[in-house]
């Protein structure tokens, strides 16, 4: 069975960092990807960065510059860096694994981790 753990959330404030992790298991790391979402309270769940099997990232625009995403595969575990934070990026954080290579649609990511949350203060 597919299993992601996602944890590191917290409360933080504007400008500061966090480090999400999220450990996975039970898949084949080379055939599939690994991505970030998140989801803030009455909007959608939206990617926020994903990695390839191979290695390759991806990151969405609001994000970009601030967040990063490394891996660890000796521990199974993606990391999302989150640098520069603002109260907009507040929101549930989840990470999610799909076969193949990285999509933005969240609908194309079978399996899921719990979510994390992240609040920034103002």
């Known amino acids: 069975d597919v299993q992601l753990q996602a944890s590191g959330g917290g409360l933080v404030q504007a400008g500061g960092s966090l480090r999400l992790s999220c450990t996975a298991s039970g898949f084949r790391r080379d055939d599939y990807s690994i991505g970030w979402f998140r989801q803030a309270p009455g909007l959608e769940r939206e990617g926020v960065s994903c990695?390839?099997?191979?290695?390759?990232?991806y990151y969405a625009d609001s994000v970009a510059g601030r967040f990063t995403m490394s891996s660890d595969n000796a521990k199974n575990t993606v990391y999302l860096q989150m640098n520069s934070l603002k109260p907009e990026d507040t929101a549930v954080y989840y990470c999610?694994?799909?076969?193949?290579?990285?999509?933005?649609?969240?609908?194309?990511?079978?399996?899921w981790g719990q979510g994390t949350l992240v609040t920034v203060s103002s």
């Open positions: 999610a694994t799909r076969y193949g290579e990285c999509i933005a649609s969240p609908t194309a990511y079978a399996d």
């Open positions: 990695v390839s099997g191979i290695g390759d990232t």
